[in-house]
């Protein structure tokens, strides 16, 4: 179920854009046609792919615009985490396999996009990660896209702050 | 046979399924070799 809203007033009033479930062996959820928001936040919960994890884009840009350093822990109960700082990458790798987040900042002007990301899976496996999407458009698509293809199950919301 | 993508319109609601173009295929395939790379 999605969350309606997530509460709070003033500059971090976020209002559920749209929540989808993806579509059975589809490789994309895309949000279109969006107006400038400040943020934007893609939840995913109870996903299941095929032979794939997903990552997000913004505006469907698969150039190299996309820079970002990472933690991951396969088990973090017993195992170190392992890590990298990557740049000029395609998209944002979430590693999302059943559910995670990402939220982006300043996605209303023409300046750097913060981003912020985290994803999970159910054998305790989890992807902490930040950065930038460095190109100057105004956010107006947010797209997840996965390297196999979604079943028809769980939730992709959008959330965003005016 | 190339994936089907999922079009969500924010200002209408409207989802339209449809297949993926050719340029969006291509890019998929880079995705999938790019995924397989990291896993290596």
Do not use: H
Not at chain 1, 1 to 18: R, V, Y
Not at chain 1, 62 to 82: C, F, H, I, K, V
Not at chain 1, 110 to 117: A, F, N, R, V
């Amino acid at each position: 179920m999605a969350i309606s809203k997530l509460g709070g007033t003033g500059s971090d009033n976020w209002e559920l854009i749209s929540s989808v479930t993806p579509t059975a062996a589809s490789a994309a959820v895309n949000f279109t046609g969006l107006s400038p928001y400040k943020k934007l936040l893609i939840r995913c919960t109870g996903l299941s792919q095929v032979g794939g994890t997903a990552s997000v884009r913004l505006n469907n840009d698969s150039g190299t615009n996309y820079d970002w350093q990472y933690l991951e822990d396969s088990a973090p109960a017993t195992e170190a985490a392992t890590g990298d700082v990557l740049t000029a990458q395609t998209s944002f790798a979430l590693n999302l396999v059943t559910k995670g987040f990402a939220i982006f900042s300043s996605c209303d002007n023409s300046g750097l996009k913060i981003m912020e990301e985290a994803a999970s899976d159910a054998t305790l496996y989890v992807y902490l990660a930040n950065g930038f999407y460095v190109a100057s458009a105004i956010i107006t698509q947010v797209n997840l896209v996965s390297s196999g293809t979604f079943n028809a199950s769980g939730t992709v919301a959008l959330y965003g702050v005016k | 046979m190339k994936p089907n993508v999922l079009d969500v319109d924010v200002n209408t609601g409207q989802q339209t399924v449809r297949e993926m173009t050719d340029a969006e295929y291509e890019q998929y395939l880079k995705d999938q070799a790019d995924a397989e790379t990291s896993a290596d």
